[in-house]
């Protein structure tokens, strides 16, 4: 048997998959006999190498120049790294990542030397590490409503449940989506949100409770479009921790309040009450599960997070770095907002229940700590990127939240009382649509400027969403030298709308240009258009990619980056491209037949009955927290 035969065989005896309880289970020498370096090498591009010849990594963190530290890594790789990574691509990588934060870069360094030093490697990977080649990895299970047993919903029948969301509409209306088909299955659900959509659910007819925290202000604000400009995400989360720092204190009291004065059967959260579900279940012992709209939020070492600079594969650990790094910025902030309200209105002790930046990474996915709750990834499988690392195995495709037609009501989702606006839909070619949601880039009038000026270069017919932005026409124009021609083609081409309903919508149009948030994405998607995505944060540089791999739409590049020239020349190539109109027809047909809310609570039932109810959650968690309190729950970090 040759070498490459054997390890192959060595690799294939061992588990594919290790959760909580079967590590807790395992002896010291059944552990003992995981193959720890292969572990090391297939998830991390790493070599073995003696302590001897192992790379000062403090020396890094004091480098200023990519240039120096190009050269600190040629030392390591001549004294035993050699064909991990070219000198080339690790100053490449590091210029990129110092032109966009010098800072960032130096903390990741260091960080590096400080965490992820080799002689960890063996703790990641005795702890179960997540194995990124696996069949179960990469054959992610995704479950439609159709597959689900109809009757799952049965156990949610005069239950209780509190659903926690926090953010844009993209981050909340997929909630209320969620909300409406709980209490549809006989359970009393509850949103616990921002003021922002607090009138939207209303009009549902939701149960709405006020987080207190006003995220609109934050979004629009001067710091948060300088983030969005730089494409530093490190410096929104500054913007995300100032805003939490001002608000955050409100929002636990409630939220404790809230938890402590009713009572509830379960917890659904979305990915901003991550940190409060360990918190709620330390204090409450209230079951949780886990909903994430996009698969781009699992840690892994191929890809830096929210469109930071990635570092190449044979560096990978560096990645993880960087998604260390995020973590722990945000649980920090959480930590130093609210958890001294939580440690008054509990009289326990911050360190008995409070998330540590561990446990967020645990949830999250880092490690398998928490592997038996319940994360439904709130996205179609069949247009998520299927790189083995990308998702864990025990998170399942459920598909997008949508709200249907009949749930649709109120000024969030337009007012066209007296017709016009549909009577310009209909009176000319079909218009382009240009959306940026809750995304600032800049100014109103330089957001506006940039739709009508890309919209008229097209010769096209064109709707404008205000967004967040509130983007008008009299802003875009006003003082231009072309002001007179500009309001002359809006006048006759291009309508701005404060709010519209997406569904209807989007299907009347050509092609629809927007940052690629997930909700806005998956109502292009099904409406059957093509689009032209402008990231601007967040999982939006993966929407941009997905559709430019599926054929049915553009990654027109950093929002800040578009030029109306490229812009225009995106919008008619798209119309144009007779495959790409018809590919992006075909998976509109396909997504429009799925049902992602159905799933979603078919399966929540599903978990009620096989897990709450018999106590199996409860035990699993207390295992988990066992381990936690024990120090055995360093996973991956």
Request: net charge negative.
């Amino acid at each position: 048997m040759g070498c490459g035969q054997a390890k192959e065989a060595k690799l294939a005896a061992q588990p594919e998959i290790v959760d909580s309880p079967t590590l807790l289970a395992m002896s010291s020498e059944e552990k003992a006999r995981w193959p720890l370096q292969d572990d090391a090498e297939r998830v991390f591009g790493l070599a073995t190498v003696d302590s001897s010849e192992q790379l000062d990594w403090s020396e890094l963190a004091s480098l200023q120049t990519s240039s120096e530290m190009a050269e600190i890594m040629q030392k390591s790789m001549d004294t035993g790294l050699s064909g991990i990574v070219s000198k080339e691509e690790f100053c490449a990588y590091f210029k990129k990542l110092s032109e966009r934060d010098e800072k960032t870069a130096s903390r990741v360094l260091e960080m590096y030397e400080k965490q992820l030093s080799y002689e960890k490697i063996s703790q990641f990977a005795e702890i179960a590490v997540v194995d990124m080649t696996s069949p179960a990895f990469r054959n992610n299970k995704s479950c439609d409503s159709e597959v689900v047993n109809s009757d799952a919903t049965l156990p949610l029948k005069g239950k209780r449940a509190l659903v926690l969301t926090s953010g844009s509409r993209g981050d909340c209306q997929p909630f209320m989506a969620l909300s409406i088909g709980l209490r549809q299955a006989g359970c009393d659900a509850v949103l616990f949100s921002n003021p922002d959509f607090e009138e939207m659910a209303n009009a549902m007819g939701l149960t709405f409770k006020s987080n207190g925290i006003v995220y609109k202000d934050m979004f629009v604000s001067e710091g948060n479009s300088e983030a969005v400009k730089s494409g530093n995400f490190l410096k929104h989360l500054e913007e995300v921790g100032k805003n939490t720092a001002k608000y955050g204190p409100d929002m636990a009291e409630r939220l404790f309040n809230l938890l402590s004065s009713e009572k509830w059967d379960f917890v659904v959260a979305g990915t901003s009450h991550w940190v409060d579900v360990i918190w709620i279940w330390s204090i409450f012992k209230i079951p949780y599960c886990l909903v994430n709209l996009s698969n781009k939020f699992t840690p892994n070492s191929v890809e830096a997070p929210f469109g930071l600079p990635s570092c190449p594969r044979s560096v990978g650990i560096l990645n993880l770095a960087v998604w260390k790094l995020v973590v722990q910025s945000w649980t920090s902030d959480l930590t130093k907002a609210y958890s001294g309200a939580l440690e008054k209105l509990s009289g326990r002790k911050v360190a008995e229940f409070f998330p540590t930046a561990s446990d967020v990474w645990e949830t999250f996915g880092g490690g398998r700590l928490f592997s038996h709750v319940p994360y439904f990834i709130a996205q179609e499988a069949l247009i998520a990127p299927h790189e083995p690392w990308s998702v864990a195995p025990w998170m399942v495709y459920t598909g997008a939240l949508s709200l249907q037609s009949e749930s649709q009501v109120g000024d969030e989702f337009g007012d066209d009382a007296d017709g016009s606006f549909e009577k310009f839909l209909t009176d000319g070619a079909a218009p382009v649509y240009i959306g940026w949601g809750s995304i600032p880039c800049g100014s109103a009038a330089e957001m506006g400027l940039l739709a009508v000026r890309s919209i008229k270069l097209a010769g096209r017919r064109g709707v404008v969403l205000g967004g967040w932005r509130g983007l008008t026409v009299e802003e875009a124009v006003t003082g231009q030298q072309d002001e007179e021609g500009l309001r002359s083609y809006c006048a006759e081409n291009i309508r701005f709308v404060s709010s519209a309903t997406h569904s209807e919508l989007f299907p009347k149009c050509a092609v629809i240009v927007h940052h690629g948030g997930a909700g806005t994405t998956m109502a292009a998607l099904k409406s059957g258009r093509p689009s032209v995505i402008t990231p601007g944060m967040y999982d939006q540089f993966e929407s941009a990619k997905m559709v430019s791999r599926k054929g049915v739409g553009v990654d027109a590049g950093h929002l800040p980056t578009v030029t109306p020239e490229a812009l225009a020349g995106h919008i008619n190539s798209c119309i144009e491209n007779d495959a790409m109109v018809s590919a992006a027809q075909q998976l509109g047909e396909q997504l429009r037949s799925k049902d992602g809310v159905t799933t979603v609570t078919q399966l929540i039932g599903q978990w009620m009955e096989e897990d709450v109810i018999t106590g199996e959650f409860a035990r699993k968690q207390m295992l988990a927290f066992s381990a936690r309190a024990n120090g055995s729950s360093f996973l991956c970090m």
